[in-house]
Structure formats: structure tokens, C-alpha cells
């Protein structure tokens, strides 16, 4: 007997991730299985961004680095957002880490203790209720369902502030969602947080270019909150850089300043050579970000239309990322041979089994009875996956 400590025992596995991993399990055996699991862009990394990271390896770049990130890095980071985002922020405020999910965790660890409350919005990335966890806070959820397309009102924000609520994370557009919270919704919410100081607000813009409704709005953009909004933000998703492992955070000082106290102590700085290619990412041409962009409002098109073909899932049409959400509660209870589809998960299980389509079932993203697709694969993937599905879900009755 080993056991593990209280706080890893606590911790569920992400979902994503084991439906990822089945499906790798299911290809091995030689099975055709068409992976809508894992959230992370098919294209390769732009060649002027290999390059730079080529150049990084012949030029030495094999040291430690700061643990915030080369100065170069976080220069870089300050003129996108001043030029992307009309937002004025120093060096000093940028802590580089290995991906937007450490920084997420290094903000929650700095400023979250036992007893805080964090309210999420759900449906939620899978790692943020376990992220808060670790930091023994209490996850206060606040659902929104389709019919307010995932986004939750200011009223029902107002409704879930406590004396403890010490944050709250935000994360648009959304994974698993798409949905992409407008000025004014953003705005209606600011005006609540207004009125409480020492709430710290997590806007996760991972998703920022993956954006299909025109230029993205950042919260850290209202005055009356800016001083404790932390952008959360990095190259994976915009530059095809999932494997490359920057993120950052741009923060208040004393955020800034306490998860580089955190980082020196646990990891120190991200991967030296991955900065000089995040540094290219920036400084560089920005055109394939549109054209991936593009690519991923035709798909988005695309499968929005197979799945409403498909009787019994309920999808909205996201504005954002590249995920579809479908409510798929009409199924549970279904059975085929003997098999009773009880939930999202069972039904998600079904799927990659009958169908061989890798998708995760809603209950991790506290949507239980939605599944999510990951529509970052090729039009004749899209095709034939929503063939798929619906062949498999006419079997059940």
C-alpha cells in the first residue's frame, strides 16, 4: 500500500486526455478511429517559427533562462498587447511558463488558500475546478445551458459573490464551448466586479485568434477592473505551437511578482529554445494565423451543419475555438444489444466503439449532458466522423 497524498487523491484525470489516449490504444490495434478528442490545432508550426527555433539551438540558446522568461520573450509579448489589444503593460508583468494551463495553476497557487471561493463559469475547462483544488479553494460553479449559448449573466455572477469569493475565471472564446462572450455581455459583468476590489478576475485568451465574430475583446480592457484582471494567454493554440509549452501571464504586479516566486521554485523558466521560437511567433509575419483562422470557420460551418442533421443532438453554433458542444440527453436510456446508454460518458464510450469517433463526454466540463467535438482535423475527417456518429446513434432505440 502506497498511498498518495490528500491533495493528488482529491484530483480527478482529465477526460480529455484518457479519451485521447483510448483512442491512441484503438490505432494501435489497426482501427480506423477519427480523433474529435483533444482540443489542439492539425496544422504544423509555421516555418519562419522553426526556423528561429533553429537558429536558437545553433546560436546557444541551451542556459538557463530567467525564470519569467527572456527579456526578448516578454518585450515581445508587451507590443502585441499594446498593439493587438491597445492594453500598456511592463516586462516586469509577464511571467512566461510551460503553457497557459501552469500559468492558469501559478495564479491560483499565488492567491487562492484554504476556504477561498473561485466561481467558474460551466461549462468549464476540465482543469480548472481540479487547479483550484490543489490550491484548496472551494469551486463555486455557475451554469449557463444553450439557451443562453453557455454564457452566464451578470446577475447570475452577482448572485454567486460571497465574502470569500477571492476570483473568478473566465475563459473566451471558450473551451469546450466556442462561445465568445460580446463587449457588452464582458462589460455587464466588469460592472458587477466593480463593485467588489478584491476579486481577481483570470481571463483565459488562449483562444483569442480563434475568434469568427471580429476582434477580440479582452476583459483586462475595462478600466473599472483592470488593475486585478490576469490575461492568460500563449502561442499553442494561434501558431500551431500546442508541443512547444509557452504561455504567460500578463498581471498586476504583485501577481507577476508572486508567480515568479512560485515558478523559481518549481520549474524556473520554460524551455529556452521554445522562447526564441514564441519570440519569432509575435515579432513575425502573422499571416498564417488568419489562414488558420479561416480554415477553422469553413470547418466550423461544416460540422455545425452535419451534427443538426443528426435527430437528437442540439448544437449551437460556436463563435469561437474549435469545439461544438451538443446537448445529447435525447439519447440517454437508449439502448442497442443489451447496452444502455446511461450518460454523456457512456455515450461518448459508445461512440468511439461503434462509431470510432473519439469525443468526450460533458461531465468533465460540468455540462453532463452535452458531449464535446474537436473540430481541429480535415473537412474529410469532419465528413465522414458525423457520417459516423450518425450511423451509430441510429442504432440506438
Known sequence: MNP????????????????????????AQGIDVINMSVGEPDFFTPDHIKAAAKKAVDDNFSFYSPV??????????????KNENGLDYKPEQIVCSNGAKQSVCNVLLSIIGKGDEVIIPAPYWVSYVEMVKLAEGTNVIVSAGIDQDFKITPSQLEAAITPKTKAIILCSPSNPT???????????LADVLAKYPNIVVLSDEIYEHINYMGKHVSMAEFDSIRDRVVIINGVSKAYAMTGWRIGWIA?????????????????????????????????GTQEPVQTMREAFERRRNLIVKLAREIPGLNTA?????????????????????????????????????????ACVGGAAFGAPNCLRFSYATSDENIVEAMNRVKEALAKLN
Open 4 to 27: 498518495v497524498s490528500e491533495r493528488l487523491a482529491s484530483l480527478s484525470p482529465s477526460e480529455t486526455l484518457a479519451m485521447s489516449q483510448k483512442s491512441n490504444e484503438l490505432k
Open 68 to 81: 519569467p522568461g527572456y527579456p526578448a520573450l516578454r518585450n515581445a509579448i508587451v507590443t502585441k498587447l
Open 178 to 188: 466556442g462561445s465568445v462572450y460580446s463587449r457588452e455581455e464582458l462589460s455587464g
Open 251 to 283: 498581471a498586476p504586479q504583485w501577481i507577476a511578482s508572486a508567480c515568479n516566486k512560485l515558478q523559481g521554485q518549481y520549474t524556473s523558466g520554460p524551455c529556452s529554445v521554445s522562447q526564441k521560437a514564441g519570440e519569432a511567433a509575435y515579432t
Open 317 to 357: 453554433t460556436p463563435q469561437g475555438a474549435f469545439y461544438i458542444f451538443p446537448e445529447c440527453d435525447a439519447y440517454f436510456g437508449k439502448s442497442v444489444e443489451g447496452r444502455i446508454i446511461k450518460d454523456s460518458g457512456d455515450l461518448a464510450m459508445y461512440l468511439l466503439e461503434e462509431g470510432h469517433v
